[in-house]
């Protein structure tokens, strides 16, 4: 059975539920609507007394019912059900009073939650069936959003396995850090890649807004071009560039603003660029290599180019990444000032440039920096409001700090919680650019292994719960990255869903119960080294 | 006409048969070389692995997981999967004991490639781990590797003992130096590191001094589930500290490059330990911490809390009355000298490149890069090693420092590659 985004409709009683009053309910079926997960979501206030009106033009309609679980116990919902015609099947409870409530408090993604919890308990169907390996099918198109250096090398290595790919180009309108800075290193670079794109006979372009919505389809992921006709996929590779965050103090620059001004020589000759430039890194938030070694080429370029005074201003010197070592020595070398600074730095802009305080690590004394026309301050790169509505019509999750992958460690390097979706570049993780060729390559054999039905064997480590042991408190619901928990109504025991659990061994380890064991393994064990089970 | 080997489904019968004829040698058995065995293998390709060791795993087998109430993505729990999946796998071979000694082209396709091997005096084929040797050897020469057979390690002096108790046969200690030839379509090298060797320069008086230990050594403790040396004579060890960047960001007394997972492992460490003994007190001596993983900020900011975090590179180590060891260090906040005791000192060696670069650089026809590591540049056709003309690919940290789960992205690389170029081929 397919079926697509359902209609809901949420009866709340104003008797039982003490929440009324804290929920606004106009609100919440606002945002359920607006998350797009639900064609229609109808709230019914005081459901138990007043069954008029709205219930009427529900009729005939595929109806979910949610409603608090002591209507249900009062058989009033089984009267309107019957008035209605609905079957029992048709109605599912959410307890207003923790659940919906929990959500609201909850703030950040009630609607996904909600949605989550709703498919998780298995009263509506997710958007898309899951899909089983088997379906991926390899010799279809595969489509990679994203033309950004990581989207274009994942386009051009798919291309050489002879598998056609769209390519759904995304940058023009905001160029990421990461580009720019592979634009200031290697000047024609991203151009050559889109030329080779260009000439593949088996890759073809696609403006931004060239595909809408999207179908569940038979194993694959169907798209409606702009004229009109269906496109389907067999796979997506999700390789959107990142973009970065405004500086966070006025009249600073980022870096993607500031190569912006390098890309036009003249606004650099002019104005800004007769003091001295300061960079500060690790402002607020921790500045990892890749932006590390960003910034300094920037700052050499900055100095050698307009022999602009550079100082950066830094906490830690991110080298991680090979050659970066060399990079900073060379740099310190050249007369790049670099100032370890100790805590934060009280930053003031006095009309005729900045001035910068702080302590100086080295020293401890005091350090202050006046009327530097340029500010520089990188900004956290996040994804882009389009890559985001992209990864949500197709229920890929995004992690903390915009990332399409957890922190954890994933059984391969490129997959999503979604089979049949990976992710490549820099929604990943920030990269440079080796990282992202490796990621190109090791791209291809995710998408092999998740073929290959011998590549996971999971049958073996699929979650078993323990009936008489499980509480139903759905922990383990909330904690798989993956929503593969989900509640076997009928046994009143959790259940890992086959198709989708990877049997990264999360749920048993968070079970309060203990009731979660992968195979035969028990919790302490498996806190000690089965976390994440390959 | 080349066809793609990532449409499975498409592969005739015959080339899939081809395919399995196919035999893959791959040069390291680490958590790099595994990766790449075992998923060639779930191709149903075979591979053969040697590896210079007497156990499969590389280094990184020797290493403990760092995971306090919730896991700290070490990727150490990786490897024991990987060795446990080779174990499984009926496609793989390997030899153990053994180094490559020469390449040698064959006419019409593919290399012989000649291995030395001093087999272990165990034949880890037929022993079936009962442990009886271990019990009986007096000179503790019987070691086991997580999830491994056991070997007969150096300090063994022949005695004979274990041979009359093995109840399968499995230990022979006439061990005799063996040259064999064996055929493979395509290499793949991931011999992977050396870790830096403190005991080099005498400042750190690591090799003098018992309470002056490696991140190495620590390792190997956390992997017996032990997080401190539990030696009767060093006592209680309430007073702990790390030195970071130990043979790493210094041209002069070691590499240049920053070795890139000793941050990262130091700092997990540290707070397993803390968790494990809450009272004593860990400095962790620093010149910058390196960025890693995305949870960083937060594990770094709440390690802040517990552990306390010196900005200096320490001079020299030296030993005080009661011979612990004393940390000289210029402190930063008055630029004066201070001397420190601690009962442990932790030296977090890093990533060096191998010893045998250049050796294996000869053999299989590949360049060392300037810091001594092993690359493909003259002949690369694809990153991941030299790939498509000579199917001689290269991943792991034979390559650059990388931590574990690197490795294994990089190792998906090579095994996509190899499978191209064997996919070229049929
Ligand atoms: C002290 C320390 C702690 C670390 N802790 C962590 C950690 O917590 N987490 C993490 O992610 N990373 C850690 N690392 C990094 C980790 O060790 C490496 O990423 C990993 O071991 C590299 O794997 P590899 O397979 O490439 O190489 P190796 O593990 O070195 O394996 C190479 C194998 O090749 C064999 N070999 C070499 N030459 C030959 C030859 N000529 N012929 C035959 N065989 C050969 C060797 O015997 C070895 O078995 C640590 C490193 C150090 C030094
Ligand atoms: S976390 Fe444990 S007790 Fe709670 S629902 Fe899941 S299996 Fe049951
Ligand atoms: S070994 Fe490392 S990755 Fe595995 S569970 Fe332990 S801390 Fe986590
Ligand atoms: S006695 Fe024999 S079988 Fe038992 S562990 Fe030793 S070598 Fe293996
Ligand atoms: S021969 Fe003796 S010393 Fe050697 S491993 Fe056997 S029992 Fe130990
Ligand atoms: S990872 Fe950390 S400890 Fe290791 S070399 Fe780099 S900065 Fe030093």
């Not at chain 2, 992997?223 to 004579?233: I, N, T």
Request: hydrophobic share 35%.
């Amino acid at each position: 059975m397919k079926m697509g985004r359902q209609s809901i409709a949420i009866a709340i009683c104003d008797q039982q539920c003490h929440s009324k009053g804290r929920l606004d309910y106009r609100n919440l079926s606002e945002r359920l609507l607006k998350s797009s997960l639900f064609k229609e979501v109808v709230i019914l206030e005081k459901a138990c007394r007043d069954r008029n009106g709205k219930l009427d033009g529900l009729k005939g309609k595929k109806v979910l019912f949610g409603g608090c679980p002591f209507l249900e116990e009062s058989g009033l919902y089984e009267k309107t059900f019957q008035d209605l015609c609905l079957k029992k099947a048709d109605f599912f409870t959410v307890d207003i009073k923790t659940e919906i409530f929990d959500l609201y408090e909850g703030k950040e993604n009630i609607e996904e939650n909600l949605y989550r919890k709703l498919v998780a308990s298995g009263n509506i169907l997710a958007r898309r069936e899951p899909f089983e390996e088997d379906i991926i099918k390899p010799d279809q198109k595969a489509l990679v959003y994203g033309s950004g250096f990581s989207g274009l090398k994942a386009a051009l290595r798919l291309a050489a396995e002879s598998i056609p790919v769209d390519i759904v180009e995304t940058h023009g309108a905001s160029l990421s850090p990461g580009y720019l800075s592979m634009i200031l290193a290697e000047p024609g670079m991203i151009t050559g890649l889109l030329e080779a794109a260009r000439k593949a006979e088996t890759i073809t372009l696609l403006p931004q807004k060239a595909l809408k919505e999207v179908t569940p389809g038979e194993g694959g992921f169907i798209f409606r071009k702009a004229g009109g006709e269906k496109q389907e996929y067999g796979t997506i590779i999700f390789a959107p560039e990142r973009e970065e965050r405004p500086a966070g103090e006025i009249g600073a620059l980022n870096l993607t603003q500031l190569y912006a001004r390098i890309g036009s020589q003249e606004a650099l000759k002019t104005g800004a660029w007769k003091g001295e430039t300061v960079f500060i890194l690790d402002h607020k938030t921790e500045t990892g290599p890749e932006i590390f070694s960003d910034a300094i080429k920037a700052a050499e370029y900055l100095r050698k180019m307009h022999c602009a005074e550079v100082k950066i201003l830094l906490r830690n010197a991110r080298v991680s990444i090979p050659g970066l070592q060399e990079l900073y020595d060379d740099c310190r070398q050249a007369g790049i000032i670099f100032i370890k600074y100790e805590d934060s730095l009280y930053i003031k802009n006095s009309g005729s440039g900045f001035a910068i305080t702080g302590v100086d690590l080295q020293t401890s004394g005091q350090f202050i920096i006046k009327d530097t026309a340029g500010l520089i301050i990188p900004g956290k790169t996040i994804l882009s409001p389009q890559a985001r509505e992209f990864a949500r019509s197709l229920n890929l999750r995004i992690y903390n700090d915009d990332y399409s992958q957890s922190d954890s460690l994933w059984r391969l390097p490129n997959e999503s919680n979604r089979p049949g979706i990976f992710v490549a570049g820099a929604a990943k993780g920030n990269m440079d650019k080796r990282a992202v060729e490796e990621d190109a390559e090791s791209l291809v054999f995710s998408l092999r292994q998740r073929l290959s039905p011998a590549g996971l064997r999971v049958e073996e480590y699929i979650p078993q719960v323990d009936k008489d042991k499980c509480a139903l408190c759905m922990t383990c619901m909330r904690v798989c990255p993956f929503g593969a928990m989900v509640k076997d109504a009928l046994y009143r025991v959790a259940k890992a869903l086959k198709s989708t659990c990877r049997a990264c061994g999360t749920c048993a380890a968070e079970c309060p119960a203990k009731a979660i064991r992968i195979r035969n393994l028990e919790y302490e064990s498996l806190i000690s080294g089965m976390r994440a089970l390959a | 006409m080349v066809k793609s080997l990532l449409q499975k489904q498409c592969l005739s019968h015959e080339r899939q048969k081809a395919l399995e004829s196919k035999t893959v040698c791959v040069v390291g058995a680490g958590i790099s070389g595994l990766t790449v065995a075992n998923s060639l293998a779930n191709e149903g390709i075979r591979v053969f692995v040697i590896d210079k060791n007497p156990f499969p795993g590389g280094r990184s087998v020797q290493y403990g997981c760092k995971a306090t109430d919730s896991c700290l993505q070490c990727g150490v729990c990786l490897v024991r999967d990987a060795v446990a999946n080779f174990k499984k796998s009926s496609l793989i071979d390997a030899s153990f004991s053994s180094t490559p000694r020469a390449l040698h082209r064959r006419e019409n396709d593919g290399y012989d490639i000649e291995v030395e091997t001093i087999p272990n005096p165990i034949d880890w084929r037929s022993c079936t781990e009962c442990g009886e040797c271990r019990e009986v050897c007096p000179k503790n020469a019987v070691k086991s590797i997580p999830g491994w057979k056991y070997y007969i390690s150096e300090h063994c002096d022949r005695c004979g003992k274990c041979l009359v108790v093995c109840p399968v046969g499995a230990i022979n200690l006439e061990r005799k130096r063996q040259y064999e030839t064996f055929p493979a379509l395509s290499v793949v090298i991931s011999s992977g590191f050396k870790p830096f060797d403190p005991a080099v320069n005498l400042k750190w008086g690591y090799g003098a001094n018992p309470r002056v230990i490696t991140g190495s050594d620590l390792e190997s403790l956390f992997c017996r589930e032990k997080f401190l040396p539990s030696d009767p004579e060093l006592k209680d060890l309430k007073k702990i500290a790390f030195i970071l960047c130990v043979g790493s960001r210094n041209i002069v007394e070691g590499e240049r490059h920053c070795s890139r997972v000793c941050c990262a492992y130091s700092l997990r460490m540290a707070n397993r330990i803390k968790e494990e003994y809450p009272d004593t007190e860990i400095d962790i001596y620093y010149m910058d911490i390196q960025y890693f993983g995305k949870s960083f900020s937060s594990f770094w900011a709440e390690l802040k809390r517990k552990i306390n975090f010196i900005r200096s590179h320490p001079i020299s180590i030296s030993i005080d009355e009661q011979e612990r060891p004393l940390v000289r260090y210029e402190s930063m906040s008055d630029l004066r000298c201070r001397e420190e005791a601690y009962d442990l000192v932790v030296l977090a060696n890093g990533i060096c490149p191998p010893d045998n670069g250049e050796e294996l650089a000869e053999i299989f026809g590949l360049d060392l890069e300037a810091g001594g590591f092993l690359s493909a540049a003259t002949n690369a056709a694809s990153n991941n090693g030299s790939g498509r003309d000579s199917g001689i690919f290269l991943t792991g940290a034979c390559r650059r420092p990388m931590g574990i789960a690197e490795c294994v992205e990089s190792a998906y690389g090579a095994a996509a590659g190899v499978l191209r170029y064997l996919g070229d081929k049929v």
